[in-house]
């Protein structure tokens, strides 16, 4: 019973908290985080059910109200569907539980609606990702988008403004997405995805076929922050919360990239695509792009939560510099950077905010080496993401970057690889500098006598687990990445 | 082949070792004996493994899987566990050896320096008895990671900049070489390291093969100290002497030599870099560097800072070892490695006995300090000798290898260098002893030898230097396995 | 050449409208200027799939009437992007209740709609 229905149970967990959410902030206030943080529960607990019985077996197919395709919309449940969904609800969970102290310091009085938004823009992103109809996609991405408007505006002073950019530059995108989707129902007739693929190689010569591809590409893009579409993406991460920052940018543009592989991949054929318009590089040519102005870009960063936003700029070229090599390989570096982007992206957000809290500031020029006693738990943790995302092993990021590198190096494109290295040392730049800050002395700061005993001021439990069990998780992903590796082959189209 | 554990044990001893270290932080005796302790059980284990290496067979230790079909390989062969053998056993005198300059120089933060010196030997024997390319890039930059506290160890500004420098240098030879790993793998589809090369018998266009060597020669170049980029040797010495000791003239550096007669030996192969010419350009490099760096010695004021230089010329020793391409050749230059460890690290230990003893680090500064420590600078002359390849010390031996392997291949040049370098030898050390006998001394009154602690080692591994050069194959039959290993990379028909 | 023109002349409507309201979107300073921009796009899109439904000659509502047999397609036009456009109406219509929440917003801390003048105000946050 379970099995047949879990595509639905998942992101209907979150439809059904969302609405129970409102209803019982009226009698309590209080009670929104924990009960938004068990339903992300419930969800991640189901995702990961799901991952670990599916691993291997065909893909899933659930007609909604019985209709079946093209006539009814459908969602699809495989192997890469399974693995996003487990990602993404899974760093929720832990970034709900990590918001519990924080709600007090940024947005006491709109517990409510936060986390009731919280759950309408997970519903958006589950429903995003399960989708196998083309227009369900807008429906579900405009949830999501919207959802994500409303969150980055919950939070300081310019944080309306910032969510009013970004509104006008992500509907902006949602409606090219949608006119690239007219394009191609236009010549097509159907709007599911599996049917459009099958369809496609008859009418392959249509030319309107090259403008849906190209509209619906632009679109999701502006979505993912693909470079030079990313504009929104540093001044909304600077001035929403911290837990609104630790959803959106490990797992929104995830879900972006994602549905782009969904589109390129799976519906069109690389192969096809490429012999209309040189696509992949195209693509690969702005992920590069995308990934040394991200990285340079952190480098001149003085605010933590900033330069963290430019990272993730970059982070995004790697996966989608990934899944448009168009070889398995490939693919198989992307969404494991997919996988472990998420958790160190989300790692460091929580540290910043657990920062922000315990000092009221997360500026870097502001960071001395009492930090290394106040803080060693969360520093500790910060070490672990930070050399994952400098890319050193055993820790995760080494691997999806040589799994990236092979791919590349398979592919005999060697500009591509020259910008992968390059941008592991650019890393290296703004994460030790941070290090060197915190764990090593200043030596322009005279000593006069014995230093003063800094007590632990570590953020409250519910702060520093997620952030630890996010840092040791990254050891754990790298040295245990080869049965997700055997996953991810059998996921690839 | 033998299937065991061992090696992994020799790995992990030390790191089992480091959590006890930090705990006994507060008690300095119980902290020192964890590190004694540990150093003497990893000789033992690696002692255990002689007698297999010196019949030539290889116990292996596959662990679990770090990439599709690439297992955590830990293979104990010759020349694996030649090189654990010196890393270890000097480790046991450094470990004594630290405890008399910490506590003469009253450094601060001791337990942080035994508990990385702890994890950098556990890197060590990771490179040494790594089996594949992946496995030895992973506890390459382990090391590199391990080494940095130690590096910035006294957090003065000299001391972050040489760390600075030090990290630059490192990290873009690590990246360099996972560009050489990944294109290995793609192109010869096995990362195993074999007698004779992987790359033996593949044809490969010349540029191809030209391109992975110098990536390869990238990576392990900085380690090796071979020029240009040798200069974050010297800087590193604003490290405490102890660890440029053994670091950076046992492990770190040796490694990187290590890293060399492997590329040379076991992935590219004596047939593959006579074939394109490869063993020209690294025998280009390694003279220059043996003239320039000993030239360059001459200049510098610091006594450490020209052991450093010295270091840097005789590292290049080995590098000539492993370019000449013929069995007596490479034999030399397997020897030098124990030959150059123990009179180096001799003459280092002496060095941080002045700085502790009488706080002098200039060489104008060592007028007359013969009489006051004649241990110290009877063994620094017999390390200077030995280097200077003057017989009975074992540097003879090797250079005398070294040399006969250059008129086996037929080749003048390398024999003239080799001279050449020894009268610069000469030259160099030469003030420094005739400042400490015949000037006479300032400032002298009331001090004598310096503690036990660092004496005893001084003086065991000079006194091993002349035994060796005596009795080359003396307790471990170290020449008899350098030359075991050298025939096994030719004798492959 | 006039045939191409007049033969596709929905779809330079449309395309009309899309740069009308792009132009707003880039070149206006006052962000409910902005907000009309984006909603002229977002009907451009919708004029879109309203014209490919249609289908020329005597194709009309698929209502069931007497003289209008069932068993003819081309008697009816598309109804289905007339229906995927009613969820985009809805959509558009709460991108635009969320944008005038923002603008409500920014209004009461700002005091001012204009693009330049928030941009110099938001620098000193």
């Known amino acids: 019973m379970i099995e047949s229905h879990l595509p639905v149970y998942i992101p209907f967990t979150f439809l059904a908290f969302s609405l129970v959410i409102p209803l019982l902030a009226i009698w309590k206030d209080d009670w929104s985080q924990p009960v938004a943080t068990a339903g992300a529960g419930g969800a991640a607990l189901l995702s990961l059910y799901g991952v670990l019985t599916h691993a291997g077996s065909e893909p899933l197919r659930y007609y909604f109200g019985g209709w079946p395709p093209p006539v009814g919309i459908e969602f699809v449940y495989d192997g890469l569907s399974a693995f996003m969904l487990a990602v993404v609800n899974i760093v929720t969970f832990l970034v709900l539980i990590h918001s519990r102290k924080i709600r007090l310091a940024e947005f006491a009085s709109k517990q409510m609606a936060f986390y009731s938004v919280v759950m309408l823009m997970m519903l958006g992103f589950n429903g995003m990702i399960l989708t196998g109809d083309l227009f369900n996609m807008f429906v579900f991405l405009e949830i999501a988008s919207l959802s994500g408007y409303a969150l980055i505006a919950i939070g300081g002073k310019p944080a309306p403004v910032a969510a009013f950019r970004y509104l006008i530059i992500g509907t902006v995108g949602g409606s090219l997405y949608l006119l690239g989707v007219g394009f191609l129902y236009n010549v097509t007739g159907t709007l599911n995805m599996k049917d459009v693929a099958d369809m496609l190689p008859l009418i392959a010569a249509e030319r309107s076929l090259v403008t849906a591809l190209i509209l619906m590409a632009v679109g999701i893009g502006i979505k993912s922050a693909l470079f030079p579409m ?55 040519l702005l992920a590069c792009a995308g990934i040394l102005y991200g990285s340079i870009m952190a480098i001149a960063q003085f605010e933590l939560k900033r330069m963290l936003a430019y990272s993730s700029v970059a982070q995004i070229g790697y996966i989608i510099l990934g899944f448009s090599l168009g070889s398995v390989l490939g693919l198989i570096g992307a969404l494991l950077h997919v996988l472990n982007h998420a958790v160190m992206k989300a ?50 990021g080494f691997f999806s970057k040589w799994y990236l590198a092979l791919a590349v190096i398979e592919k005999s494109n060697w500009l591509f690889l020259v910008v992968l290295l390059v941008s592991s040392l650019l890393n290296a730049v ?28 570590e953020p409250p439990a519910s702060m520093l687990w997620p952030t630890l069990i996010l840092g040791v998780m990254l050891l754990a992903l790298g040295l245990g990445n080869v049965p997700i590796v055997n996953f991810l082959e059998g996921a690839a189209p | 082949m033998i299937e065991s554990f061992t090696p992994l044990y020799a790995v992990i001893c030390s790191l089992a070792a480091v959590p006890l270290i930090v705990l006994s932080s507060r008690r300095p005796n119980l902290r020192e004996f964890w590190t004694i302790l540990a150093a003497l059980v990893k000789f033992g284990i690696v002692l255990s493994l002689l007698p297999h290496a010196a019949a030539g067979t290889t116990v292996t230790a596959k662990l679990f899987e770090i990439a599709p079909g690439v297992p955590l390989l830990l293979k104990a062969d010759p ?47 990771g490179i040494a008895f790594a089996g594949n390319l992946l496995t030895f890039v992973l506890f390459y930059e382990m090391l590199t990671l391990a080494t940095y506290p130690l590096v910035v160890h006294k957090e003065t500004q000299k001391a972050i900049d040489a760390g600075r420098q030090y990290l630059v240098y490192t990290l873009t030879a690590g990246v360099l070489l996972v560009a050489a790993t990944g294109l290995t793998y793609i192109f010869t589809g096995t990362m195993d390291f074999k007698a004779g090369g992987i790359f033996r018998g593949t044809s490969l266009a010349p540029a191809v093969m030209i391109s992975i060597f110098l990536l390869f020669l990238g990576g392990v170049a900085v380690k090796a100290g071979i020029m240009p980029v040798h200069s974050w040797l010297p800087t590193a010495m604003a490290a405490p002497t102890p660890v440029s000791a053994l670091l950076h003239a046992v492990a770190v550096v040796k490694s990187g030599v290590f890293g060399v007669v492997r590329v040379v030996g076991f992935v590219i192969g004596p047939e593959a870099m006579s074939e394109f010419g490869l063993n020209d350009i690294l025998f280009a490099l390694a003279g220059f560097t043996i003239i320039m760096a000993s030239l360059l010695a001459f200049r510098q004021e610091n006594l450490k800072r020209r052991l450093a230089y010295s270091t840097v010329a005789h590292l290049s020793y080995i590098v000539l070892g492993a370019s000449l391409i013929t069995p007596l050749g490479m034999t030399g230059g397997i020897m030098h490695i124990a030959a ?65 392997g250059a008129l086996e291949g037929g080749m003048i040049l390398p024999v003239a260098i080799l001279v050449l370098s020894g009268l610069l030898n000469i030259g160099y050390f030469f003030p420094i002893i005739r400042n400490a006998y015949f000037n006479e001394g300032e400032h002298l009154e009331g001090h004598t030898e310096a503690s ?22 003396l307790f471990f039959g170290l020449f008899d396995l350098a030359g075991a290993i050298a025939a096994g990379l030719f004798a492959i028909k | 050449m ?22 707003g979107i880039l070149f206006k300073r006052h962000l409910l200027k902005k907000m009309i921009g984006l909603s002229i796009l977002q009907t451009s899109i919708i004029i879109f799939y309203v014209s490919i ?55 009461n801390r700002y005091q001012t709609l204009d693009e330049q003048e928030l941009l110099d105000k938001t620098q000193n946050d």
Request: with cysteine.
């Open chain 3, 2 to 23: 006039i045939d191409f023109f007049l033969g596709h002349y929905s779809y330079w409507l449309t395309t009309l409208l899309l740069c009308i309201g792009l132009y």
């Open chain 1, 230 to 284: 990313h504009g929104w993406l540093p001044d909304s991460y600077t001035h929403a919360s911290s837990t609104s920052s630790a959803l959106i940018a490990p797992i929104g543009t995830k879900v972006a990239a994602y549905v782009l592989i969904r589109i390129l991949l799976f519906t069109f054929g690389l192969e096809q695509i490429n012999a209309v318009v040189p696509l992949t590089t195209i693509l690969g």
């Open chain 2, 340 to 404: 150059h460890a123990t009179m180096k690290i001799t003459l280092f230990f002496c060095a941080g006995a002045i700085y502790v003893n009488l706080h002098r680090e200039d060489i104008a500064e060592l007028n007359g300090i013969a009489k006051v420590m004649p241990w110290t600078m009877g063994a620094f002359t017999i390390g200077a000798i030995g280097l200077a390849g003057i017989p009975p010390i074992n540097g003879f031996l090797s250079k005398w290898f070294l040399a006969v």
């Open chain 1, 347 to 396: 790692c460091l957000f929580m540290v910043a905010a657990n920062l922000r809290l315990q000092e009221g500031h997360s500026d870097i020029r502001r960071m001395d080496d009492s930090y290394r006693l106040k803080y060693p738990g969360t520093m500790a943790a910060f070490t672990l993401a930070a050399l994952s995302m400098i890319g050193l092993p055993p820790l995760a």
């Open chain 2, 79 to 125: 020349l694996g566990v030649y090189f654990a053998l010196i890393a270890s056993g000097l480790w046991i005198f450094t470990s004594f050896y630290s405890i008399g300059y910490m506590r003469g120089a009253g450094e601060k933060k001791q337990t942080r320096y035994f508990a990385y010196f702890a994890i950098c030997l556990s890197a060590t024997m």
């Open chain 2, 452 to 473: 036990p602690f660092m004496v005893a080692p001084i003086v065991i591994t000079a006194a091993l230097s002349v035994l060796f050069g005596i009795f080359p194959n």
């Open chain 1, 430 to 457: 703004y994460f030790f500098r941070i290090l060197e800050k915190v764990y090593l002395k200043n030596p322009k700061i005279q000593e006069t006598g014995a230093p003063p005993i800094t007590p632990r001021q």
């Open chain 3, 53 to 107: 439904a249609s289908k020329g000659g005597d194709a009309t509502v698929p209502v069931k009437a007497a003289h209008l047999p069932v068993d003819n397609p081309d008697l009816y036009i598309n109804p289905l992007p007339h229906t995927l456009m009613l969820t985009a109406i809805v959509v558009g219509v709460a991108t635009l209740g969320v944008a005038f929440s923002l603008l409500m917003a920014i209004w």
